[in-house]
């Protein structure tokens, strides 16, 4: 360890295998077993290794890691803006959990000190690996700012809610916030990314900023330019043009008006066009395939039974269906400035 360096813990707060060249794997935040190689993503930007003592489960997650990993990371790229870095990730059982409670991990928020990625296993639910993959890569992208603190944190957990498709919704924290009295991190952000209420009100409040109509990528730039001693209040007047005296203010009353919160996108920001705009190619590409099928048999008059019958032969025979990795040049550099390194661990809620 680094002296002076801490980890980025991420929790919850209350293809194929190609194992003829196995790349040595990196030192680890926390793990201290032997490292699987499992493979690498078509791009040649994640590497994926799994603690061999997960059995086949294990094993299937870090697969499907592999076969997901290019589509996270293209739908990353277009939030940030980036097409730099190359991560490793180890897939095990992250606080001796196997659900994904154990949440995710890594050191520096950059592609320098923070590439050795640690993921808690999720047997047979794959997709929150990759939402947990998510998380931590964003972290990468925020060019040394932000991960240590409320605001990134918040950041990182709505581009795994959007990214991931919602797979970590048991990680809420906003429910938690309003219970607590609703206290104002919008004026002031919170120099850690471990406290439930200082997260819940940015998840809050950057699902009120998208229902208006601002993008998860305008919002993820706006605020890494922000930096760490950004505040939501300006970055509410950047996107607005309003002052950021009103922010807080403007928030609460639209908080006031939902009568309660229960979950982490209380505003259904989350569901806006912009942020649909990071599905995967292929599920937009199948989507629009199905619905040319039904409404060329609703044209031609054939019955309901008739017309499920065909968007079946037709999700069985579309190659789009088998989700082909996104290929994309590999880019060798790295961010020149490489941030002291924070705790970036999500822990799951009402753990410390």
């Not at 003829?20 to 699987?36: E, F, I, K, L, V």
């Not at 639910?125 to 944190?153: I, Y």
């Not at 649909?276 to 292929?282: F, G, N, Q, R």
Request: aromatic residues 6%; hydrophobic residues 40%; glycine residues 12%.
């Amino acid at each position: 360890m680094q002296a002076g360096v801490k980890k980025h813990p991420l929790k919850r707060m209350p293809a194929g295998m190609h194992r003829d060249a196995a790349p040595p794997p990196p030192p680890w935040p926390s793990y201290t077993g032997t490292a699987q190689y499992v493979g690498t993503s078509p791009s040649g930007r994640v590497t994926v290794y799994v603690d061999p003592t997960l059995g086949q489960q294990g094993l299937q997650n870090a697969q499907d890691l592999v076969d997901d990993a290019d589509r996270v990371v293209a739908a990353n790229d277009a939030i940030f803006g980036t097409t730099e870095g190359s991560v490793s990730v180890i897939i095990f059982a992250l606080g001796g959990a196997t659900d994904g409670t154990g949440g995710a991990d890594h050191w520096g928020c950059d592609f320098v000190s923070g590439a050795a990625i640690e993921v808690c296993a999720s047997f047979g639910n794959s997709a929150r690996v990759s939402a947990l993959f998510e998380a931590e890569l964003s972290e990468c992208c925020m060019n040394g700012n932000l991960c240590g603190v409320s605001t990134g944190e918040a950041l990182s957990r709505w581009c795994a809610a959007v990214i991931g498709n919602n797979a970590l919704s048991d990680f809420t924290t906003a429910p938690t916030w309003y219970q607590d009295g609703a206290p104002d991190y919008v004026n002031n952000t919170d120099p850690t990314d471990q406290q439930i209420d200082s997260t819940g009100c940015g998840m809050a409040f950057l699902s009120w900023l998208m229902s208006q109509g601002h993008g998860l990528d305008t919002i993820a730039k706006a605020m890494v330019s922000l930096g760490d001693s950004g505040t939501l209040a300006q970055l509410y007047a950047d996107l607005t043009g309003d002052s950021a005296s009103n922010a807080f203010p403007s928030f609460m009353a639209a908080v006031q008006a939902l009568g309660g919160i229960n979950n982490d996108d209380p505003f259904g920001g989350g569901s806006q066009p912009a942020q649909l705009a990071h599905l995967a190619p292929w599920t937009v590409t199948l989507a629009g395939k199905v619905f040319g099928v039904i409404l060329g048999d609703i044209a031609a008059g054939k019955t309901p039974n008739q017309i499920v019958a065909n968007v079946r032969a037709n999700l069985v025979s579309s190659p789009v269906a088998r989700r082909p990795g996104v290929s994309f040049g590999k880019e060798n550099g790295a961010p020149a400035g490489a941030c002291s390194v924070k705790s970036r661990r999500l822990r799951p809620t009402g753990q410390t």
